[in-house]
């Protein structure tokens, strides 16, 4: 089991609520998963978020800057949202950054994003959500899976390519491409038959209610004939390691609070409730709060569910201090994942 | 058909679903739980839909829309920005409980809800002509709805609130619902729908029925 963290960049805040500068988020971001890096631990996603909260924008430009800084992690976009760029763009950003790494550290995961920021910003109609997605995935592994340096492919969202070339290509050859998801079971079945491996994004609800779909996934898959290595599943979820599950919850639920508030404006919800946070913060509930030991038991049980080959975390929202962030990072390499490879052992 | 009595499994009557996403699975294992039969259908074929169905609400059928739409009572958990691609003729006369948000700050605008005064259900029952449409399922989270379902009775059991037009359709739903594990609180006609809409208390919060009689009668008062 991959033990790993994510981000969507996390601008800190004055005492009376402002926002500090968007770039000093972004460097606080590098530094992190250089961090992670120097401790061991196993993966590290970045973005894509457009918010002055989140500012992980350009999860290309970070990860092509973190893979000339680190040497054993593996990084990858947490997602890129793909329906409203330009799959040959993406390509050839992570496999630049798959080529300043040394090879085989850099990683790709498509989603169509929770929220619709991309689509006014880059100009594209929500009306086509699906078919923009659909049609963007398509591209992106018909780049990936092309036998040498020129591909060709066509569409009807984007301009047709006619043998170009699109490089540099991966050291490796190929980039793995995750598909990301909420939890929609069409999206999980999609994955299967195309033999992607995939990512859930489960933040809220009971995360050991998805285990239909990791069972759908695996099923579709192998109904395509798609081998039942190739079938991978990831979990991309909420949380925070601390010393103590006290220390745990009482570090998270600040920037828990500001996040809410602030979607809460946006979206209309009322101030948040702690009554909410308690619940989701203990098992069966959504979020990865607590001691090492904790969260280690939290991931081994969704993993009896799942059977995912990875569990990753994203710590850093609602201006959550840096030492907070780097240090559950420390715990989640150094006492969380040994703890789950002993209780996986054990099984 | 027998909605809401507390008859044999077998006599309960056939719901049929239409979409497959977060909110239509739910909803479909839970009309399961009940003992109704149950016909899954989206916009593609049904063989399409069969390993989903399956797996992830055993116990449905997977159908063709037009299928799905000759139940005794037909749900619609579609995006609602697709609402356009049901078939009113197939639905029409039917029952049909409404369980689309028009909630542009996280699907976007769209251009037929945002230029109305009216509310969400009755731009969907302008277009379902002839279908007797029911605001009902739309102000609970997906992944709140099996764990907050419960017995008929139980203590602070969760209340969900119903808008209609047609009273006797009305009462049909309340009984789909009681069934399926909630009591349910009458808001008035498919207008008062507003008042459980996206960004209202309603919407956001988790009421039993008392509390949630109290909450749309104090959203009327400050209509």
């Not at chain 1, 988020?25 to 061991?40: Q, T, Y």
């Not at chain 2, 003729?89 to 809800?113: P, Q, S």
């Not at chain 2, 594990?181 to 996206?198: H, I, Q, T, W």
């Amino acid at each position: 089991m991959e033990i790993g963290a994510y981000s969507f960049g996390d601008t800190q805040r004055n005492t009376n609520g402002s926002l500090q500068p968007t770039g000093e988020a972004i460097r606080n971001l590098f530094e992190a998963i250089k961090h992670a890096d120097a401790v061991g631990l196993d993966y590290f996603g970045v973005g894509e978020h457009h918010t002055t909260s989140m500012p992980a924008s350009s999860p290309g430009a970070l990860i092509a800057a973190a893979a000339a800084a680190t040497s054993r992690i593996k990084l990858g976009s947490a997602a890129s949202i793909i329906s409203t760029d330009d799959p040959v763009r993406i390509f050839q950003q992570f496999a630049t950054a798959d080529a300043v790494s040394g090879g085989g550290r850099i990683e790709i995961t498509a989603g169509r994003g929770s929220s619709v920021e991309t689509f006014p910003l880059f100009g594209y109609d929500l009306g086509e959500y699906d078919e923009l997605y659909a049609e963007k995935l398509d591209l992106l592994m018909a780049i990936n899976n092309a036998g040498g340096n020129h591909v060709t492919w066509s569409g009807t969202k984007r301009p047709a390519i006619e043998d170009l070339a699109v490089v540099p290509r991966p050291l490796g050859g190929h980039l793995p491409i995750w598909v990301a998801t909420g939890g929609n079971a069409s999206s999980s079945a999609r994955a299967g038959q195309l033999g992607l491996p995939v990512s859930y994004g489960i933040i809220g609800g009971e995360p050991h209610r998805f285990a239909p779909l990791a069972e759908l996934y695996r099923r579709a898959g192998a109904q395509a004939g798609h081998p039942a290595d190739s079938l991978k599943i990831s979990v991309a979820a909420l949380g925070l390691v601390a010393p103590t599950k006290q220390e745990a919850l009482e570090r998270f639920y600040p920037g828990w609070y500001n996040l809410n508030v602030e979607m809460g404006r946006l979206r209309g919800w009322p101030a948040p409730d702690k009554r909410a946070y308690d619940a989701q913060a203990e098992a069966p509930g959504a979020y990865y709060v607590g001691s090492p030991d904790e969260v280690a038991e939290r991931i081994v049980h969704l993993h009896g569910y799942m059977g995912h080959m990875r569990h990753f975390l994203q710590t850093d929202i609602g201006g959550l201090p840096q030492e907070h962030l780097l240090e559950s990072i420390t715990l989640l390499a150094t006492e969380v994942k040994p703890r789950v490879q002993r209780l996986l052992a054990r099984k | 058909m027998d909605i809401g009595e507390q008859g044999e499994a077998a006599s309960r009557g056939t719901i049929g679903i239409l979409g497959a996403g977060r909110v239509g699975t739910a909803m479909a294992r839970l009309a399961i739980a009940a003992g109704y039969r149950v016909k899954v259908a989206t916009s593609k074929p049904a063989a399409d839909n069969e390993l989903i169905i399956e797996i992830v609400t055993p116990g449905a059928v997977a159908v063709d829309a037009g299928e799905a739409a000759a139940s005794d009572l037909v749900v619609v958990a579609i995006p609602l920005h697709k609402y356009r691609s049901l078939d009113a003729g197939a639905l029409a006369g039917r029952v049909v409980v409404d369980a689309m948000n028009y909630w542009a700050a996280t699907d976007g605008d769209i251009a037929d809800f945002e230029k109305t005064h009216l509310s969400s259900s009755e731009v969907v029952s302008a277009y379902l002509v002839g279908s007797r449409v029911v605001k009902s399922f739309n102000h609970i989270g997906y992944h709140e709805m099996e764990p907050d379902a419960a017995e008929q009775g139980s203590p602070n059991r969760r209340a969900l609130a119903v808008a209609g037009d047609d009273e006797a359709a009305k009462a049909m739903v309340a009984g789909f619902i009681d069934t399926l594990g909630f009591d349910s609180v009458d808001a008035g006609d498919l207008a008062a729908g507003k008042a459980f809409e996206p960004g209202t208390d309603i919407f956001n919060g988790r009421f039993n029925a008392a509390e949630l009689a109290q909450a749309l009668q104090h959203s009327l008062a400050t209509a």
